[in-house]
């Protein structure tokens, strides 16, 4: 049986990534520290730690007890926008934090260190992205995701740590933080809904993203290590069919069975279009048709409307106020 530590595993994507690892037949350790994850979203059968990857004394301690053979690493706060104003609080979780896993993996012999990197890293280049464009990330969160491929790729080359990386992109779907008014259009529009509030967009509505429906990006995350031909290798994943902001308005809200209440707000700093090619990602693992936005939205709507709205929480430690958007 192998043993994997899934980072974040309480999280979105990672609780998701635990539950196909354990169908493979994994034992699973989920570390989290709950800021933005929920221990009633991690599957049964998993082994709970509740922690953070900045604690590097912790890591040992884990590392030292399960001798892991795979590490997941989903952990990272992932608001990108909001990155430009908790710098230091970016780079201490999504860097530093990755870097002490690094050196546990390095130090214990990992076969493969699987990250959850971002398309964040490529920042404002042509379209569609690919994985041999040269990345020049434009906020503190794709920085962040960037250097901790660049120290993977160091990590081979000097230790032989086998890794692969996966670029997801405006994923969504069952057990999302609906309640972070930071990230995740998706479920915030679907929060807004369910507390009758208007939906807030940022400029006109026609900036554009391929919106990725959680299966089409946990499976081949949790499947990677099965396949030592990805090893050592970095994949663009998600859907491949943009839509607009004021396209992915109207579905929600026909889920919801509502009129559209829009709250049009000052534009933010952001890429105006951002999807990527996935021809690598589905020559590696199949060419298996990503799940189509309104099943994908359906889904979704059926299950947040069995958890119920939340509460949005303000992030408390801005570090920074200079040019923070409306209504954060």
């Known amino acids: 049986m192998a043993n994997s530590l899934v980072t974040g595993g309480a999280g979105f994507i990672g609780s998701h990534v635990t539950k196909h690892c354990l169908n493979m037949g994994h034992q699973v350790v989920v570390l989290d520290d709950l800021s933005g994850g929920f221990e009633d979203h991690i599957p049964s059968g998993a082994i709970f730690v509740k922690g953070s990857i900045t604690d590097h004394v912790l890591l040992k301690e884990l590392f030292d007890k399960y001798q892991f053979d795979y590490v997941y690493h989903l952990a990272a706060y992932a608001a990108e926008g909001l990155s430009h104003f908790i710098r230091r609080f970016n780079y201490t979780n999504n860097l530093i934090g990755s870097v002490n896993l690094i050196n546990e993996s390095v130090k214990n012999k990992v076969k493969c260190f699987v990250f959850t990197s971002s398309i964040a890293v490529y920042g404002p280049g042509q379209l569609p992205m690919t994985e041999d464009m040269t990345p020049t990330p434009e906020d503190p969160y794709g920085v962040a995701k960037y250097s901790v491929e660049l120290d993977l790729k160091a ?10 990386i996966f670029r997801p992109h405006n994923v969504y779907g069952e057990n999302q933080n609906i309640g972070d008014k930071y990230r995740n259009v998706i479920g915030i529009f679907m929060n807004q809904i369910m507390q009758n509030k208007p939906l807030t967009v940022f400029g006109d509505g026609e900036q554009t993203r391929a919106f990725s429906y959680i299966d089409d990006v946990a499976i081949p995350i949790s499947d990677c290590v099965n396949r030592p031909n990805t090893y050592n290798e970095v994949f663009n994943i998600g859907a491949d ?39 690598k990602a589905h020559k590696f693992f199949g060419t298996d048709s990503a799940v189509d936005l309104h099943a994908g939205i359906g889904k979704m709507v059926e299950w947040a409307k069995a958890v119920g709205s939340r509460k949005s929480k303000e992030f408390e430690n801005i570090e920074i106020r200079e040019n923070l958007p409306e209504g954060w």
């Open 241 to 279: 069919k943009p839509y607009t902001v004021n396209e992915l308005v109207k579905v929600v809200c026909e889920h919801f069975e509502v009129e559209p209440n829009v709250n049009y707000l000052q534009a933010r700093k952001e890429v105006v279009h951002a999807y990527s090619d996935h021809s």
């Open 155 to 164: 990590a081979h080359e000097m230790f032989g740590l086998n890794y692969t």
